[in-house]
Structure formats: C-alpha cells, structure tokens
C-alpha cells in the first residue's frame, strides 16, 4: 500500500488575481497561474513533461499550446467536478512515482462567474446539461422541473442529514464566520474588507432552505495551479517542498444520479478518506489543519463527519466555540475558502495547505504546523483527500 | 423582454422514451431487469444488480412517500418564475425505487420527509406529460 506515499512533493503554487468577470478567456488565466506556479518552483515552462486538467472545460492540448513542454508524457483530465482538484494529486503523484513524468503540472482557468449562471437565462440549457455526469438525466428528468442548480442538489442531500441527524441549520454559521474572519488576513480573498457578523448571517434570506444567503460559496473567475515533483528532485528546487502523504479518490455508489442511490451518506469522501489516513500512517485528530471543500457551509460539516474528524450529527458541535478558527482545535480554510477567498474550484485550498506547510501563510500562519489535509467534493458525491506534511 | 420557455424533456430517446409513453396515459412506468426482477429509475442501459440489459416496463402503483426535498425560493430558471417558491421533491415508490418531481398542491415549508405523497399528471404540452407530485392521504 502507498506506493507514493512521501516520494513526490508540491513544489510549486501559482494563481491569478480572483474576478467577478473578465474578458480574458480562462485559459488565458490558466496560463498566467500555471507560469506563476512554474516560477514560484524554479523551473521553466520546457522543463513540464505532465499536464493535469482537474475537470476538463478545456484540453491538455490547449495549454502545452502555450506552455510549449519540450516533451509532454504524461496528460490527464479528471472530471469529478470540484472533487477533481484534489483527486488530481492522486494522478500526478502516481504519474511521477512510476516514472512516467518528472514534473507534473495541475492547471484550472475558469469564468464560473461569467459562464456559468442558469439563473439569468441566458445559459443554454442542453449545455448546462452536459456539464454534469449523466446530462440525459439532468436534462430529461430534472430540469422540466425547475431543479438545474448546485446547491438545489445539494440540499436534497442536506435536508435529508438535517433530519436524520438531528441538525440545528443555524450551526451552519460557524463555517461562514470562520471563513469571514480568515479572508480578512489574505490579500487575495474577495471578501477582504466585508467581515461577516453572525446578526448579518442570521438575518439573510433562506435561498435553498436550509442554506441561508452567507451559506454559499463565491462564484469567481481566475486561474490556479501547481506543480508536483519527486521528492528526490524537490531538494533541488527553490521552495521548501510540501510531501504527499497520501491522495486518494471515491466515489458513491451510483455516482451519476441521487435517485438511483441506496445510500445518501455512503459518498465518495466516505469510501476515501479511511483509505488515505491508513496510506498516510496518521488519524484524524494528528490534523493541524484542514481545508475542506466548501461550496456551501454545510458541505463543510457534512465533510468533517464522513471524514472521521467526529461522528456522523457531531459536526455543530465540532464548529462551535471557534474550533475551526486560526488558535482553535482544527483551524479550516485558513484562507478563507470558497466561502471568503474565490471559487477557483478548490485549486486554492490546495495552495493554502502548501503555504501553511512553507510557513508563507503571513499573518495566517498557523506556527510551526507540519501536517494537514485537504478535500474535495463534486458531482453527486465525489470526493478526494489528500494528507500533506513538510 | 425575452419570454422563457420551461425545458421540457425530450421524449423520443429510446432509453427513456417508454417512460413518457407512460405518462401520457397517466401510468407510472418503471424498468424491471428480465433476469433478477429488480426494479429501477431513472431507465439505465444495465441493472445494477446483475448486469443484465433485458427489461421489461411494468407500471408502479404510485404509492410513495417523501425521501427528501429541496426547496428554491427564487426559481433556478426565469421560466419557473410563477412557480417559485418552490420544491423539487425525492419520492419513494412503495415498490422501492425513487423518483423526482416538482411538489404542487402543497405549501414548500409544509413538506415533512416521510408524508405519504401520489404522483399528479400535468400535460405541458400535446406530447409531453410531466409527473408532479402531491400529499397523499395517509
Ligand atoms: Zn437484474
């Protein structure tokens, strides 16, 4: 087991600034971070010889197009929507591990602000369909009835959890509150200068009930992206590297469809998470950090459960008291997340974590922290998690 | 002003065109694998059971209950706008598989998870006939 565990390292991080529109395509804002990532690790652009496309709006082709690799070995694009930035550790680490490439780069360039709203219309709908796994299905047996957004799938599956386990929804305001607090120390976070106070969350409109208007996560355009090497070859270069421990992908049974599913709480971050903690020799509570994938808040919770940090309804409890701010038990999205910092598919809470683990985290820093997890969560219920130390 | 048209589904797919046959004539049709008699929805090539793709369609009762909801307050597309607020609902055959649809007949914050529910069928256009869904009688 584990293979790759500790033989291959994040060695570089790179995004652009985060917008609420653009006139730059995203492979454009894909480039300029995949450049900056190149820099920050040392290297050149010819030196790439793998190209990573956690979920593929665009292909592999298209950025060695600019990036111009001397020779590219090695493609992938992994398409379990916002599970798939994490995941794509798993496929560089085992490209690299096996020898296949030495130095491989995971890319996003997205306009999910300026491309993806169905709310105004002026998306097309068979389109929008085919974003998502199974489009047949979503076009033929959900849209004629009015369900076409994220967060309405996943409130299926939270009001569900909220009823079964016993959840108070106003619990849910820990996360935006943490998430609030730690965009105020990154300049990179779009909501630096607009704190969020809990009489603010709790007076904002429910949307999807349970989810009221602070429980979602931004919707940005930008570009994100790092750089993975043998941990041999990582001595050599210009940053402390950032050791993978252990990436790992799962997935629920029936992954494509809530409907045809026995199990609502057998998702993938269930299925993979135990397997990472065992490749990685470590357990839950050993976690310094973790930066969980927060499209909406109570993603987050729900997270924390499947994962093991406490048991499946034990997750209000977990959040409260400030628990998962900077100075609590198990600070998480120190960067502000999806909540507070931008969309950029979770590519940023990876980056986090490496600056966590250089000690570049600035006024966020958590002191002397040697180890974290990051996840995330796409699709129906996919998930991934990579265990990262220094 | 631009005038929004609900999506409505296509109804001629070999995979799922039964289904909306089905519908037309108010039943509630479902696949049911040849070799295991497992039942399922939405139409798929395989069972998953035994992997046979041999069905047959047999009709469900349209007994069911609420599994789960999801309520939109402002509608997800500008041509539910008259719907909104609303819920899309998960309904649970009592032969076992579920089912979604849009909830009517019923107030979004009056929905409890496990209230008996029966389909309702709604002709959105002269070929397509839509299956919502609404409290039954326990
Ligand atoms: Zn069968």
């Not at chain 2, 309904?91 to 929905?111: C, F, I, Q, S, Y």
Request: proline share 6%.
């Amino acid at each position: 087991m584990g293979s790759y565990s500790n033989n291959t390292a994040i060695v570089g991080i790179g995004e652009t600034l985060h917008v609420r529109g653009t006139e730059r395509t995203a492979i454009s804002l894909g480039l300029e971070a995949s450049m900056n990532a190149i820099d920050d690790a040392g290297l050149r652009p010819e030196d790439i010889d793998g190209i990573v496309l956690p979920l593929g709006l665009h292909r592999v082709e298209e950025y060695a197009a600019g990036l111009n690799p001397t020779d590219l070995k090695y493609h992938a694009s992994i398409e379990i929507g916002g599970a798939s930035t994490v995941a794509s550790i798993q496929y560089a680490a085992s490209a690299i591990q096996s020898g296949i490439a030495e130095y491989v780069l995971v890319v996003n360039g997205s306009r999910m602000f300026s491309d993806m709203r169905a709310q105004t219309g002026d998306v097309n709908l068979d389109w929008l369909a085919e974003q998502f796994p199974a489009g047949m299905l979503r076009r033929n047996f959900e849209m004629p009835y009015g369900l076409m957004l994220m967060p309405q799938y996943y409130t299926m599956i939270f009001n569900r959890w909220v009823r079964d386990y016993n959840i108070d929804p106003d619990s849910f305001c820990h996360v935006a509150l943490a998430a609030s607090k730690h965009a105020q120390l990154n300049d990179n976070a779009m909501l630096k200068g607009k704190q969020l106070t809990e009489e603010k969350y709790l007076n904002a409109p429910l949307l999807h009930p349970p989810l009221r208007r602070f429980d979602y996560c931004l919707e940005s355009d930008g570009g994100s992206a790092y750089l993975l090497t043998s941990a041999e070859r990582a001595k050599d270069l210009k940053q402390k590297p950032v050791y993978v421990m252990a990436a790992t992908e799962g997935h629920p049974d029936s992954p494509d469809d809530l409907c045809a599913r026995d199990h609502l709480f057998t998702t993938g971050l269930s299925k993979c998470a135990g397997r990472a903690f065992e490749t990685a020799g470590v357990k839950p509570d050993d976690l310094e950090f973790a930066q969980i994938y927060d499209c909406f808040t109570a993603t987050v919770m729900l997270q924390m459960e499947l994962m093991g940090l406490c048991e499946m309804g034990g997750s209000p409890d977990f959040v409260k008291d400030g628990n998962i701010e900077l100075g609590g038990k198990l600070p998480v999205n120190t960067h502000g997340g999806l909540l507070a910092e931008s969309y950029s598919m979770g590519m940023n809470h990876v980056n986090e974590a490496v600056r966590q683990l250089r000690g570049d985290a600035g006024e966020r820093q958590i002191e002397g922290c040697s180890l974290g997890a990051v996840t995330g969560w796409g699709d129906f219920g996919d998930g991934s998690i990579a265990i990262v130390r220094n | 002003m631009t005038d929004f048209i609900k999506p409505l589904p296509h109804t001629d797919q070999p995979l799922t065109a039964p289904y909306w046959e089905g519908t037309a004539k108010g039943e509630l049709k479902i696949k049911k694998c040849q070799s295991c008699g497992s039942l399922q929805f939405p139409p798929r090539e395989m069972c998953k059971r035994c992997h046979s793709q041999d069905f047959d369609w047999v009709a469900a009762s349209g007994k069911a209950s609420l599994f789960t909801y999801s309520p939109a307050i402002t509608p997800a597309h500008p041509s539910f706008k008259d719907d909104a607020p609303y819920a899309v609902v998960i309904v649970e055959l009592e032969e076992g598989p579920r089912m979604l649809g849009l909830a009517t007949n019923v107030a979004v914050d009056k929905l409890e998870i496990g209230m008996p529910m029966q389909p309702v069928y709604h002709k959105a256009s002269d070929d397509v006939t839509l299956v919502y869904w609404e409290p039954a009688a326990a």
